[in-house]
């Protein structure tokens, strides 16, 4: 699923806009018990059903210009499509735009890409995050072009057969590439109708409901455009902070604004706990410019990206005890260990992934220009370590250890 994302507005501000709207657009009456709203609007409301025209309307007059949707009047093209839909799996508009540019000029079609080798497309990859997708965008790419021709299936049930496509991708690619009344729902789109239902359950357990009422809502004319035009006004109105109500296609019909509080919707279960791993990492560099680094595992957390070596993370690490005894020997000459002196960096690095944040000491070590890697790691040159698929937390660590800030000893 794709994740809510915000986008600029001017005139007038978020907050006049949200005080504007509450004060002219609220149906009058008391407000009712919030359990029973729900029940309400289902029993009967006859305004439950935002028109489609209406926001096919806005749509046209205010969709977003992004670099993969297809102007007004142009076929949507299903790699491009499909490609920024992969993209924006658990990463916003905003952080997208330059990589999907330049990952289109270095494979402008499926064709290029499949050809590819992996290791070139997780280097394009790098700084997306969740590579998986990156090692699942490449197989998705060889099964277009060996089984399909090239061409992407035009249903939901064809597409949800590729490697890396899932409902919501399906979903979202038959309607924007080929037109397909299919009901794609995405944050941006639940937050909408959770708001225009005023949805009292947490988000978690109203997702059925919410795909339910996005299913009657879908129109059989144009289902692509009402499929991109909800996922705007979630972008750009209907946003998590003070929703500009005023300017909303669909406010006479939103529940939540006649109640007076669309910004507490959708509601939000507690969040599970995520208890902080910690671990050390080494960052050997060689006398003449050299970074030693290895290979994550295929499968995993960061599969196949390039990484320097690191001790495990886990919640109980201790650094005096235990960083030490997993930094790589390095052996300048066949007969014997270079004595490698590592030195601790003040400070730590911090990263955050989906499901756990992570906390790195960081160790540093000049070694001679003869010194050879460890078994299954090996030597990058840094000038070229731009093009090696180092994920975000990594490209953080070499440059917290290279740092010259914090490497300089001590006056
Ligand atoms: S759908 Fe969102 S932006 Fe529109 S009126 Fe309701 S809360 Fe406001």
Redesign the pocket.
């Known amino acids: 699923m794709r994740v809510a994302g915000g986008g600029p507005r001017k005139k007038p501000t978020r907050a006049q806009a ?1 005080r504007v ?1 509450s004060r002219t ?1 609220r149906v009058s009456g008391p407000i009712r018990d919030p359990s029973i709203r729900a029940a309400e609007e289902d029993a009967g409301n006859a305004k439950l059903n935002p028109d489609a025209a209406a926001l096919l309307a806005w749509y046209d007059r205010h969709r977003r210009v992004l670099p993969w949707r297809a102007a007004p009047g142009e076929t949507p093209h299903p790699y491009r499509v499909w490609l920024s839909e992969i993209m924006l799996q658990q990463t916003t508009v905003k952080a997208v735009g330059p990589y999907y540019v330049r990952f289109l000029k270095r494979f402008p079609t499926v064709e290029r890409l499949a050809a590819a080798p992996l290791d070139d497309v997780l280097k394009a990859w790098a700084g997306l995050g969740y590579y998986a997708r990156g090692r699942n965008l490449h197989a998705c790419a060889r099964a277009v072009v060996a089984q399909h021709g090239g061409k992407f299936p035009d249903t939901e049930e064809g597409l949800q057969k590729l490697p890396g496509i899932g409902p919501y991708t399906a979903a979202a690619i038959a309607a924007i590439a080929f037109d397909r009344p299919a009901v794609a729902v995405d944050g941006n789109v639940e ?2 109708i959770a ?2 239902c005023a949805i009292d359950e947490p988000l978690s357990a109203a997702k059925p409901r919410i795909r339910e009422v996005a299913a009657r809502m879908t129109p059989s004319r144009r289902p692509g455009d009402f499929a991109q035009a909800m996922m705007d ?2 972008a750009t ?3 998590p902070k003070q ?3 005023i ?5 006479e ?2 529940a ?2 006649r109640h007076g509080d ?2 507490t ?1 959708p509601h939000k279960a507690p969040k599970a706990e995520r208890p902080l791993r910690r671990g050390a990492a080494f960052v050997a560099v060689r006398a003449d410019g050299f970074l030693l680094v290895r290979t994550r595992p295929e499968k995993g957390l960061l599969g196949g990206m390039t990484e320097v070596p690191t001790t495990a993370w886990h919640q109980n690490f201790c650094d005096s005890h235990e960083a030490l005894d997993d930094a790589p020997r390095l052996a300048p000459r066949r007969n014997g260990w270079h004595e490698t002196k590592w030195r601790r960096i003040p400070g730590v690095v911090t990263h955050t992934f989906t499901h756990f944040p992570l906390e790195l000491t960081v160790y540093v070590a000049t070694v001679p220009a003869g010194a050879r890697a460890p078994a299954a790691m090996r030597w990058v040159a840094l000038r070229d370590l731009h093009g090696e698929a180092l994920p975000n937390v990594m490209r953080k660590v070499v440059a917290h250890a290279l740092d010259p800030a914090r490497t300089r000893p001590a006056s």
Do not use: D, K
Not at 247 to 251: D, E
């Open positions: 949200h709207s657009v937050r909408v708001r225009l006004l979630g109105i209907c946003t929703p500009a109500c300017l909303c296609p669909w406010n019909a939103c939540a604004l669309p910004e919707f």
